[in-house]
């Protein structure tokens, strides 16, 4: 029997969430003959992860079938990924599917939503704020994207209930009442709304036993920042988006020891407090392992200050992108010594003078296997050129702008073809606007 189950499971593990239908597994397991059912029967962990479908124009007889999945389910915490249509049902009239599932709330473990209608979310705030039952829900990835205002602003106070909450993903369009969260335990937070900076800080400063962090969009403050340090022992990964830009705000307020991925994306050009990049680093301390930094106007002097800091030593994975990158920055990946142990590299925007970056390639490369001196396995590179100073492109089409490039990377091109016949996994692009 425990053989079988083991092959149930994995089969059921091919796919990423089993739908519910009529030949969905693991029902059609219990249709082969009675020793394969009376093992799916007793085996309740196959019928408690599934996706399901709200708000839907249902066959009569896909509320019975729900119903069925959640029996044999048996009290088995749910893992339930949900599929919510924009089909308009009455409040006077609730989705019968929403309504089983909402019975069994106690026993959700993983949640999926994306809330596509209105009527469903009143549905779910009506039965959650106030509710008071226990509950085993862990995670929770859910949009309220296209809720009602006032429906977005009673999200917040709707979840405060789900206590053994870790793992919190969260996207509004709106960031009204968003301290109501429930952050004290959340080891795993992903916001996307707008966020103003200052908002960020008091979020962080609920989160002090988190491991994984991404904030997507960040603001500009409301208030005044409060200067204060905000220790995150725990913190492992950071990732942070703003179409504003000044991302130093937040940064200058954090120390995150123990920091291996490090993510900063910036839309914007306000570069107030660009020194708190390295500032952050160096207070931090950490050895970081993985960098992705998008700055599209960082000058590039800063650039090639926050590359060469010591706690960048022990980085295998770099991505960058930056207009500004050019000889100075590819002049520093040169040298051996700064980044010695970089695996993998990725810039997305590179005007360096022909033959920079075949340089830097080999600096770090070599056709000799386990080479402990040459570390670098797999590159990609967006190439751009130079306009002199004083002088612009106008009415420059995509073909010209090409042209241009090839002519700008006439050495580089020649020898990264000889790379990749000798074994390197190396891309390269040509970065027209």
Same mark, same amino acid.
């Given at each position: 029997m425990e053989i079988l189950q083991e092959i149930f499971f994995h089969s059921m593990m091919e796919v990423l969430m089993p739908e519910i239908h009529a030949r969905a597994r693991p029902l059609i397991f219990s249709h082969v003959c009675g020793h394969w059912r009376q093992v799916v029967l007793s085996t309740p962990a196959l019928w408690a992860r599934v996706v399901v479908q709200i708000q839907f124009r249902y066959r009569p007889s896909y509320t019975s079938i729900v119903n069925?999945? =959640?029996?044999?389910?048996?009290?088995?915490? +749910?893992? #339930?990924?949900?599929?919510?249509? *924009?089909?308009?049902?009455?409040? %006077?009239?609730?989705?019968?599917?929403?309504?089983?599932? %909402?019975?069994?709330?106690?026993r959700w473990h993983t949640i999926s939503w994306c809330l596509q209608d209105g009527d469903s979310a009143e549905q779910f705030l009506e039965n959650s704020i106030g509710a !008071?039952?226990?509950?085993?829900?862990?995670?929770?990835?859910?949009?309220?994207?296209?809720?009602? !205002?006032?429906?977005?602003? *009673?999200?917040?106070?709707?979840?405060?209930?789900?206590?053994?909450?870790?793992?919190?993903?969260?996207?509004?369009?709106?960031?009204?009442?968003? =301290?109501?969260?429930?952050?004290?335990?959340?080891?795993?937070?992903? #916001?996307?709304?707008?966020?103003?900076?200052?908002?960020?800080?008091?979020?962080?400063?609920?989160?002090?036993?988190?491991?994984?962090?991404?904030?997507?969009?960040?603001?500009?403050? +409301?208030?005044?920042?409060?200067?204060?340090? =905000?220790?995150?022992?725990?913190?492992?990964? +950071?990732?942070?988006?703003?179409?504003?830009?000044?991302l130093g705000l937040l940064l200058g307020q954090l120390n995150c020891p123990n920091l291996h991925i490090l993510g900063l994306r910036?839309?914007?050009?306000?570069?107030?407090?660009?020194?708190?990049?390295?500032?952050?680093?160096?207070?931090? !301390?950490?050895?970081?392992?993985k960098f992705t930094f998008y700055d599209n106007w960082l000058p590039e002097g800063y650039l090639v200050r926050l590359l060469a800091i010591s706690c960048l030593k022990s980085l295998q994975n770099l991505e960058v992108a930056c207009y500004n990158l050019s000889d100075c920055t590819i002049n520093l990946l040169t040298q051996r010594e700064v980044l010695p142990r970089l695996k993998r590299l990725e810039i997305w925007y590179c005007c360096s003078s022909d033959g920079k970056l075949a340089d830097m390639i080999a600096s770090r490369w070599r056709k000799r296997p386990s080479?402990? *001196?040459?570390?670098?396995?797999?590159?990609?590179?967006?190439?751009?050129?130079?306009?002199?100073?004083? @002088? *612009?492109?106008?009415?420059?089409?995509?073909?010209?702008?090409?042209?241009?490039?090839?002519?700008?990377? @006439?050495?580089?091109?020649?020898?990264?073809?000889?790379?990749?016949?000798? !074994?390197?996994? +190396?891309?390269?692009?040509?970065?027209?606007?």
């Open positions: 069925l999945w =959640l029996e044999r389910s048996h009290s088995f915490p +749910l893992d #339930l990924y949900l599929l919510d249509s *924009r089909c308009t049902i009455s409040r %006077l009239n609730p989705d019968p599917v929403l309504e089983l599932l %909402l019975a069994h709330a106690h !008071g039952h226990e509950n085993l829900l862990e995670s929770l990835d859910i949009s309220i994207l296209r809720c009602k !205002g006032d429906q977005s602003e *009673r999200f917040p106070l709707a979840l405060q209930p789900f206590s053994h909450l870790r793992r919190l993903s969260y996207s509004s369009n709106t960031s009204q009442c968003l =301290l109501n969260l429930p952050f004290t335990h959340l080891t795993h937070l992903k #916001l996307q709304c707008p966020i103003p900076v200052d908002v960020c800080g008091r979020i962080l400063s609920q989160c002090l036993t988190v491991v994984n962090v991404s904030i997507r969009d960040i603001i500009a403050p +409301l208030d005044e920042i409060c200067r204060t340090h =905000l220790f995150l022992p725990e913190l492992r990964s +950071l990732d942070l988006y703003s179409s504003w830009g000044d910036c839309g914007g050009s306000q570069h107030s407090h660009v020194k708190a990049y390295e500032t952050f680093l160096l207070r931090s !301390g950490c050895h970081l392992l080479s402990p *001196r040459y570390t670098l396995t797999w590159c990609s590179l967006g190439l751009n050129f130079s306009v002199p100073p004083g @002088k *612009r492109l106008y009415h420059c089409d995509d073909e010209e702008e090409q042209k241009a490039i090839l002519s700008a990377h @006439k050495k580089d091109m020649k020898r990264f073809r000889s790379f990749t016949a000798d !074994g390197l996994e +190396l891309h390269w692009n040509l970065n027209t606007h």
